[in-house]
């Protein structure tokens, strides 16, 4: 009987240090892993002899079902096999105590030493599993070690709370705390019109959740069961003016009506429109198109420089970095004034300071050119028509500064200051020539003839009007000379200029009366001017 009795004893021994030697099952609750293998196959047992099944690319995330020996049963894309262990990153995740004083032990056994005991609800970080033991870390006692995988959960069981309704933040800002006390840990902050969920209150708070799932305590004075009017920011009128309507038609009534970089508030959007609140109260719809969140720039109206050059600077100071320059009577847009400085835009977007002792509002005179006269006398209007009164008048040559233009009109500044219109086709941008008085000749009478074909002008200039045409060896009388020119005078007593260099004196014919033409008789008169129809047989030229 002893025998037997010792013989079972020492079977049963056995039995339990070789059950001890078996591979834990993992039957606790799942855990993801990445697959550090850069291809891994997955056999369908636990043997490298099995049949491979699928393979899986490094970085994939796997479900680890159990644990087996070296190896681990997964799950992938609706796919279970078995692939090795060590080619498996465990994935932490954070898991919750399903119950209060659960022990964290030294090791995977529930026979170990416990480091600490954490309340139902208390947060760890898993980092590895082992069988059906997990290993874990608690923050806030800085210890690492074992529990059992079936203790943890990973949705927080203190969520699960009362509901008592949906509230909203009414504070700029609201802290959610660990506990209910200002001198808790802040979870995280909420903003205004923020939802939470409450679950719970004590005294003056409340212990909430937040829809990102944030559970915590804040102060039931900056939470309402009301929820505030959504504030989407501020928004500018674009358009010259805009109307505000009680529904989103442009059917629908005008509530009223707001001018150009009026402030609205945005408190809603329906499609492309938007429901906002005037300065004045007044809540309706506008468009979208004519709303913008850029704050408009302020436009103090359109200034002129009156400096030859102007710097335009960084900062409202003469040390300051000039950013461009602009010349004399470019305008700029004045944004702003501080002391004697102004922010201006110029015409090409540059923004800056200027001195406000070199800008004007006064638009300066447009400058078309000078302009001369060419009519003996040319009337000054006060408006550019003929009925108009005559401001003054001027005289050929003068020269006047053309402002502008207005069909055949001209706005003009003559040399005294006076401002008015003229008839355009009296006035030229051609420089009269200065003609000088000639200079008297010998009172001798000087007879010369041409050795060329040449030109009579009507003044010494060869740009001038050309009077006649005068063939080689044609007699003229000489009256004057100026410059390179000669005053010279026909036979048939047309007089102009002609070039100096053209002319000779005709030894031939000098000390001589010359009848030049004086005809026959009958219908035979003799030559007759072109112009003044003089017949030439009633001149005689004596050549000295």
């Known amino acids: 009987m002893g025998k037997y009795f010792i013989k079972a004893a020492s079977l049963l021994i056995l039995l339990s240090f070789i ?47 159990s644990e087996q020996n070296n190896w681990s049963k997964i799950t992938y894309d609706k796919k279970t096999g078995w692939v090795m262990s060590k080619y498996l ?14 022990s964290i032990k030294k090791t995977a056994s529930s026979s ?5 005991t954490i309340k139902v609800g208390t947060a760890v970080t898993v980092k590895g599993q082992k069988g059906s033991w997990v290993n874990v870390y608690y923050s806030s006692k800085k210890v690492t070690g074992w529990v059992s995988a079936s203790s943890l959960t990973k949705t927080n069981p203190e969520n699960v709370n009362a509901n008592l309704g949906t509230y909203y933040v009414t504070a700029t800002s609201l802290n959610v705390r660990a506990t209910a006390s200002t001198k808790a840990k802040v979870i995280t902050t909420m903003k205004k019109n923020a939802s939470l969920t409450l679950q719970q209150k ?72 938007g429901k906002v609140k005037t300065s004045n109260g007044k809540v309706g719809w506008v468009s979208l198109t004519y709303i913008s969140i850029k704050k408009p720039v302020a436009n103090l109206g359109t200034y002129y420089v009156t400096a030859t050059s102007l710097n335009v600077r960084e900062k409202a100071n003469t040390k300051a970095k000039v950013i461009t320059t602009v010349k004399k009577n470019a305008s700029v847009t004045l944004q702003q004034k501080s002391g004697t400085w102004g922010k201006v835009k110029t015409s090409n977007s540059k923004v800056g300071w200027v001195s406000l002792s070199y800008l004007s509002t006064k638009k300066p005179a447009v400058n078309l050119g000078t302009y001369y006269v060419t009519a003996s006398s040319l ?24 402002q502008q233009k207005s069909g055949t009109w001209g706005k ?22 200065n003609t000088k008085t000639p200079q008297p000749v010998s009172n001798k009478t000087e007879y010369l003839v041409t050795n060329a074909n040449t030109s009579l002008y009507q003044n010494a200039d060869s740009k001038s009007t050309v009077l006649a045409s005068v063939v080689k060896n044609s007699s003229v009388m000489k009256l004057n000379t100026n410059g390179s020119f000669t005053q010279v005078k026909l036979t048939y007593g047309q007089i102009g200029w ?3 260099k053209t002319l000779i004196v005709s030894k ?37």
Request: hydrophobic share 35%; proline share 1%.
């Open 202 to 273: 004590s005294g003056s708070w409340g212990k909430i959740k937040t829809s990102s799932g944030k559970v915590g305590w804040v102060s039931l004075t900056y939470i309402s069961t009301k929820k505030s009017i959504a504030n989407l920011g501020t928004y500018y009128v674009t358009a010259s003016s805009l109307t505000v309507r009680e529904k989103v038609s442009t059917k629908s009534k005008a509530i009223t009506t707001v001018k150009k970089n009026a402030a609205l508030t945005l408190q809603q959007k329906s499609g492309s429109w």
């Open 19 to 65: 059950i001890s030697l078996l591979p834990e099952k993992a039957d606790a609750a799942s855990f993801t892993s990445k697959v550090n293998a850069d291809v891994l196959n997955v056999r369908s047992k636990a043997t490298t002899k099995s049949s491979v099944i699928g393979k899986i690319k490094k970085g994939k995330v796997v479900t680890v079902q």
């Open 412 to 433: 003009v500044k003559t040399s005294n200051g006076s401002i008015g219109w003229v008839a355009m086709k009296h006035i030229s941008t051609k420089k009269p020539v």
């Open 498 to 500: 002609i070039t100096s």
């Open 508 to 544: 031939s014919v000098r000390g001589k009366v010359i009848v030049i033409d004086p005809g026959h008789g009958g219908s035979d008169s003799g030559a007759i001017g072109v112009k003044l129809k003089t017949k030439e047989k009633n001149m005689l030229y004596t050549v000295n």
């Open 112 to 116: 170990a030493k416990s480091l600490a």
């Open 379 to 402: 009337n000054v209007r006060e408006k550019a028509n003929t009925s108009s009164k005559v401001i003054t008048t001027v005289k050929k040559n003068a020269a006047l500064t053309l």
């Open 89 to 102: 990153t465990y994935s932490n995740w954070t898991g919750y105590a399903k119950a209060n004083n659960l």
